[in-house]
């Protein structure tokens, strides 16, 4: 009997060596990347290389909510996503089909085989609070940069809400975006396009006078002075070219998944209306800024032209507000030369006397909106002694006429919206 059992075993052991058992592939394959999404118009030229010191910005961060097949949804990632770790390394970037290059993750995520991630990125100097709703499909999100205090350098940018991404649309490699049904938005990873939430602004200055104006044998010459102190006979006084806008303020986005299927969203500004210029809602603290140029500018002996173009406040970041509140004053000295002799000098001023405010001024805008940059162009008049404003406004990133970008920005091929 014991010869006939140890048989058997050896029997079935060699049974079990050679058969089959087919199992479900439930081992994640494809690494989860993000890539700029190119569904809406660009607005800055494309760029091959990527470099950020100018805003320092070499990073952004996401996290993400799974929406399993089965169960609850959960939160997925919570991480930094690597555009470039500093402004030598570009390891954490690798390329896809060109221009395309697609952003990896600080740790290495999976798609899940089922269900969909909701992914809600930003990046800058500012880190909002982010709370979910509580009920039992997380539909809403919000992002709340409470009491941020704006300086000369900040930079806050958030990116469209990527919704509903999954292996049904990486599997293919092509991701249906916008619902248009082409499937063929983005290639190699979640679409992410990121928004400036702040302004910026620019103050120049030019001497300018007409042609009849002009005189055969007159230099005339303008100075924007940071400060000037005189004795009003009582004792001495100082006057400052000066802005005094607010900077400090709360900005809460919120961005509800409607189940629309795979898509980007924007944000909404919950606070926006005719007070809180893109849903900013301001304090009362307010910002000394002074102007100043150590140039002459100068109007030439019987030319045709006329001064050069000088900058007194160079490209600054500033909280979206209503400049009917920004109180600005400028002053300069003026001078009038025959040869090397001066024979008139003034010191005049816009706004000591007036207490002007921006939005007084002609040809000003009414607000500072978000993800706007605003050029003052100040045009002094030292013949009639006349004073104006002639502002430009255009999206925060824009091409310089030499090709050079003013602000870079976070989004490879230069891709920022307002």
Known sequence: MKKYFIIAVAALAASAACSKVETVDTTPDKKIAFEVANYTAQTKADTLSLTNAEDGIYQFHTFAYQFPTIGNPREFMNDDIFAWQ???????????SSPVKVWATEM????????????????????????VNDTADWKTVTFTYTDAVIDSTSNILVADAALHQGRANSAAN???????????????????????QLAKIIFDVE????????????????????????ND???????????????????????????TGASTKAWIRTNEDTTNISGWVPTTEKETIQFYTSDTLTIAVNTTGNG?????????????????????????????????????????????DADKVLSDLAGTVTSWGANKKITYHIIIDPVSEKVTFDPAVEDYDSIDADGNQDIININENGIVNP
Not at 236 to 258: H, Y
Request: net charge negative; hydrophobic share 35%.
């Open 86 to 96: 500093d402004a030598a390394q570009t390891n954490k970037l690798t390329s896809g």
């Open 108 to 131: 290495d995520y999976y798609w899940p085989k089922t269900g969909y991630i909701n992914f809600y990125s930003y990046a800058g100097t500012h880190t909002p609070a982010e709370t």
């Open 174 to 196: 092509a991701f249906d975006v916008d619902n248009d049904g082409n499937g063929a938005d983005v290639t190699a990873g979640v679409p992410t396009l990121f928004h400036h």
């Open 207 to 230: 001497a300018r006078t007409t042609e009849a104006k002009k005189s055969a044998n007159t230099v005339w010459k303008v100075q924007v002075l940071g400060t000037h102190t005189y």
């Open 233 to 259: 006979g009582t004792g001495d006084v100082t006057i400052k070219s000066n802005i005094f806008p607010i900077n400090k303020g709360t900005l809460a986005l919120s961005n509800t998944d409607d189940a």
């Open 308 to 352: 050069v173009r000088d900058t007194v406040l160079a490209a600054r970041s500033v909280m979206p507000q209503l400049t009917n509140g920004v109180k600005f004053t400028l002053v300069y000295m003026v001078q009038a030369l025959h040869g090397s002799t001066v024979y008139l000098e003034e010191i005049r001023t816009v706004g000591i």
